[in-house]
């Protein structure tokens, strides 16, 4: 399959210190990749270097099978970004501002305007000053501006922040559609797992300025297990009953106080039998499948593949 972005031990330093290091990154033509890490795992960093914004201390990058270049106005024109908060004239309308890019950009199919707007539910507000948008609004109007000028990559830096949930629904439709009907090639980030974990094919795992995972959402499906988890408020009893009346010791208390039983050949009618014979409360028992988050906090956790 065509890699629409590949990069090679990219790396990016400031005053000495590397903030991104020997990144390697494979951008399949077609999918949604996204890119995972907290605060500070340098992200937006790699962004800004594929779309040129910041030049690499060290690395290449290839985007569209040629070397990224300060002359590479082809392949940048290529692009529709988001990165970090949009910024409009905000004395313009949603249309002027996006009737501007597509002069800035040379692009004068002026229909593309009104797609764009209609994609990200900004219909209607032709006369409204883009100060008077609230944050989601800029946001969708941000979105129509990546993809107006209906490019071949796009490169969005957590677009879905300041969206209520149903236009955080709107728009994980809105990027399936675009990666489906035209083809588009996807790259982004959130700190919103569940999301991510819905849209994308491939994922890449960051923490301080490292990739410590690219691997398919195929591959997580198929290594994360099932398990129970069992809510109560007495969860160190709940796992002293489990580990020594039934031999259970593949057991994991979360941080919410949550009993996890991974891999047990032991019917669950006989788990929550046990624990009521031992005078444990139960509140909640559930069957579930390990997720994009536990997968992820396990890899910043120095694990691999939940078990």
């Known amino acids: 399959m065509t890699h629409i972005v590949r990069t090679k031990q990219l790396t990016r330093a400031y005053k000495g210190k590397e903030v991104v290091s020997n990144v390697n990154l494979n951008i399949k033509q077609g999918e949604i990749y996204g890119m995972l890490g907290p605060n500070g795992a340098g992200k937006t960093t790699v962004m800004k270097m594929i779309t040129n914004l910041v030049k690499p201390t060290a690395g290449e990058i290839e985007v569209f099978g040629e070397r990224l270049t300060d002359k590479s106005y082809r392949q940048l024109g290529r692009m529709g970004t988001i990165i970090e908060t949009p910024v409009f004239y905000d004395k313009l309308t949603a249309r002027d501002n996006l009737d501007l890019h597509c002069e800035y950009m040379g692009y004068h199919n002026k229909k593309s305007i009104d797609e764009a707007l209609e994609l990200v539910n ?113 969860s160190n009893k709940a796992a002293y009953v489990l580990e020594h009346y039934l031999q259970i010791s593949n057991v994991r208390v979360t941080d919410e106080g ?30 579930k499948k390990g997720s994009l988050e536990d997968y992820f906090l396990s890899i910043l956790n120095g694990g691999g593949i939940v078990a």
């Open 258 to 287: 949550q009993i996890r039983i991974y891999d047990s050949n032991i019917p669950q009618s006989e788990i929550m039998k046990t624990l009521v014979m031992h005078d444990v409360t139960i509140e909640s028992v559930h069957k």
């Open 122 to 234: 900004l219909k209607g507000i032709d006369n409204k000053s883009v100060k008077d948008f609230s944050l989601g609004m800029k946001q969708r109007l941000g979105i129509a501006r990546a993809i107006v000028t209906k490019p071949e990559l796009l490169i969005l830096d957590e677009p879905i922040n300041g969206l209520d949930p149903l236009g955080i629904k709107e728009l994980r439709e809105l990027f399936k559609m675009l990666g489906k009907e035209y083809g588009i090639t996807m790259l982004i980030s959130s700190h919103i797992l569940g999301e991510i974990e819905l849209i994308a094919d491939t994922v890449a795992v960051m923490n301080n300025g490292k990739l410590l995972q690219e691997v398919s959402m195929e591959h997580i499906a198929k290594q994360t297990t099932e398990y129970i988890e069992i809510t109560t408020g007495e």
